[in-house]
């Protein structure tokens, strides 16, 4: 089948690339781009481990055809802060908010894009921000509690 072209920006850095019709956004930024951050888990939308933002909203790559993104912006947890952890990081690792860590990549990209718009959420909104992230470890209290608190100010907890 014949590929298609496109381009955009993965992690502030500009891509072209060729891909299958078929190839999903997952299968582009883990296979093509070599991001692993993003998970393959249920590979049908329902675990929220391979979410990236896509224009600063969190999606679920899996569920996205690579073709879909000509002309966007992606972003994986390495973009975040590619120096350094960014003080939400910092906090969710101070407060123990994840165990084996499936999970915190695209939960740390749901919690970006919530906090970005609203710095100061309620547990509800925090709930309704992760409800897409399944985590099958923590019980999500510590990272509903760090949501709520997110104190990113200093990037220290008090
Ligand atoms: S792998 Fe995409 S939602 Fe589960
Ligand atoms: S910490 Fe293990 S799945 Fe969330």
Known sequence: M???NINFELNNEGWNLDVEPSDT???AVRDKMGVK???IACDRGDC?????LLDNKAVRSCLILAAEIDGHKITTVEGLCPQ???PLQKHFARNNAFQCGFCAPGMILAAHELLQNNQKPSREEVQEA???NLCRCTGYEKIIECMVN???KSGEDK
């Open 25 to 27: 956004l997952l299968e």
């Open 130 to 132: 992760i409800s897409g």
């Open 2 to 4: 014949k590929k298609i």
């Open 150 to 152: 997110p104190d990113l």
């Open 37 to 39: 951050s993003p998970k």
């Open 48 to 52: 929220g481990a391979c979410t990236v």
């Open 84 to 86: 350094e952890p960014t």
